[in-house]
């Protein structure tokens, strides 16, 4: 496995694969592994000859009061992870390396960005967008993979492909849980044992909002405040949106219909935690749409 920090030699490494015709996969990480990561790493290696994972915690996807600063790193911790599933490169450029002086660009999908997560961070997907565009610029992947936890992150990647004809597989690959239920993330690690606790009510409520459906209730106004009360019942919580909305659009629906979206944005004490599954007949965690 090769670390390399800058733009300009990770692009040459993946021309010449490119020219040799080696397929590559991107995994775009911001660092301090779980297991999820893993899970993306091990479906990039399975579906290319070169794998290169990125890591790099992008400050223009952070708002003013976020959580850059104390964003959780291990960047030995990371190396020795990503080599045992198999990484071939870590693009790790610094900040400077990647917003170098004078850089006035962005990227920006519109419609999909405006709901659930785009509501309180106006400008993340811009972010976003913007360092993912600049990572496939850099390592040419002909695939590149995604968790499906943040499933508006994969819509709007997914959007800015098609639209700007990047010509990029985008793979979705499904929620990686702790054995209690707990959706793997980086910002867990920010959890107290009393907040791990109540954080356990945001996969309740997809348990809960699946069973209201299979009970035959499909009104989306019903299942969200049933959600809302299991939520507030636990300490800590403060609800940000629970949404039912279109798979495609992320617009809310009003009927529970075919693969509709059932999406939480819940603050546990200070840590801001999302969580997602489909409701309706294809009821489940989010599938694969993409691969
Ligand atoms: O999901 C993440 O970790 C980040 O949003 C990403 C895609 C690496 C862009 O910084």
Known sequence: METIESSKIMQERCDAFRLSGQTISLVPTMGFFHDGHLELMRAGKRLADQMVVSIFVNPIQFGPSEDFEVYPRDMEGDLSKAQDVGADYIFCPSTEEMYSGGF??????????KHLCGLSRPSHFEGVTTVVAKL??????????????DY???T?????????????????VPTVREPDGLAMSSR???LSPEERESALCLKKSLDLAENLFRQEEYNAEKIIAEVEQLILS???TEIEYVKICHSASLEDVETVEEKSLLALAVKVGQTRLIDNCLIGK???NVPDSNS
Not at 104 to 113: D, G, L, N, R, Y
Not at 138 to 148: N, S, V
């Open 156 to 172: 709007v990647i997914s959007r800015m492909v098609e639209d700007l004809n990047m010509g990029i597989k985008i793979v979705g």
């Open 234 to 236: 636990h300490a800590s």
């Open 104 to 113: 006035q660009t962005i990227v920006s999908v519109q419609e999909v960005t």
């Open 152 to 154: 508006q992150q994969l």
């Open 136 to 149: 496939f610029n850099t390592t040419k992947p002909h695939l590149a993979i995604f968790g499906q936890k």
């Open 282 to 284: 294809t009821s489940g």
């Open 188 to 190: 867990n690690s920010y």
